[in-house]
């Protein structure tokens, strides 16, 4: 049987997380963990987050998870969720706190004040469902089998990230301007919505992965 491990380092939504692949992966096993061993193990990992970043780093680091997430990012199938995005990289202006630095670019905050096209205001943290853009270059991901442009998914940051290299991004959202909302390079795919909340495309998102390779 195929173990999915959700990392557990003391942050994130990792219950509604769990709660989806099990949904969309009842033949697999679905592992919150916090064991170096058992992440190692895994075929697939999954990187959640729901908090401030440097907390959020703070905790990674202590959880001594670094080096077994590190070999993960480089051999198999490894997602990140929300934060687990913007961990990718290599800082945020959050705390101006260092990150994984798996990918090169940083996370940045929405402007203040942030408005649209009309000047009127738009709210941070971002919250709420916005259509999702996938650029030609990343339609044929298999994580995005069977997801039309513009489905609508379900998004709540104040922080987004600015890839250094565009042939990363793999999913954009108007916030008025297109932000990068979506990653996949190698093994490695991540989205900035919430899939566990947003209805059947995240499921369909959560379900691509777990029968993802970890090769496009």
């Known amino acids: 049987?195929?173990?999915?491990?959700?990392?557990d380092y003391g942050m994130g939504n990792l219950k509604s997380v769990a709660?989806?692949?099990?949904?969309?992966?009842?033949?697999?096993?679905?592992?919150?963990?916090?064991?170096?061993?058992?992440?190692?193990?895994?075929?697939?990992v999954v990187l959640p987050g729901q908090a401030a970043m440097p907390e959020s780093m703070v905790a990674l680091?202590?959880?001594?998870?670094?080096?077994?997430?590190?070999q993960a990012s480089k051999d198999r199938p490894f997602f990140g969720v929300c934060l687990g995005l913007q961990m990718l990289f290599e800082e945020s202006e959050e705390g101006l706190t260092p990150s994984l630095g798996y990918l090169p670019g940083k996370t940045?905050?929405?402007?203040?004040?942030?408005?649209?096209?009309?000047g009127a205001p738009l709210k941070?943290?971002?919250?709420?469902?916005?259509?999702?853009?996938?650029?030609?270059?990343?339609?044929?991901?298999?994580?995005w089998a069977g997801i039309a442009q513009e489905t609508a998914f379900y998004f709540a940051n104040s922080y987004y990230?600015?890839?250094?290299?565009?042939?990363?991004?793999?999913?954009?959202?108007n916030y008025p301007d297109p932000i990068c909302v979506a990653v996949g390079k190698a093994n490695?795919?991540?989205?900035?919505?919430?899939?566990?909340?947003?209805?059947?495309?995240?499921?369909r998102v959560l379900r691509n992965f777990s029968n993802w390779s970890g090769t496009l």
């Open 1 to 7: 049987m195929k173990t999915v491990a959700i990392v």
């Open 19 to 44: 709660k989806a692949f099990e949904h969309v992966a009842p033949g697999q096993r679905i592992l919150i963990t916090s064991d170096a061993k058992e992440i190692a193990e895994a075929d697939r």
């Open 61 to 70: 680091n202590d959880s001594g998870l670094r080096d077994v997430l590190l």
């Open 108 to 118: 940045v905050r929405f402007p203040k004040p942030h408005v649209d096209k009309n």
């Open 124 to 143: 941070v943290p971002h919250m709420g469902w916005n259509a999702l853009t996938i650029p030609a270059h990343a339609s044929a991901h298999p994580c």
């Open 161 to 173: 990230a600015v890839p250094n290299e565009s042939a990363v991004v793999a999913g954009t959202a």
């Open 188 to 203: 490695l795919f991540a989205v900035q919505f919430h899939p566990e909340k947003s209805a059947d495309g995240g499921l």
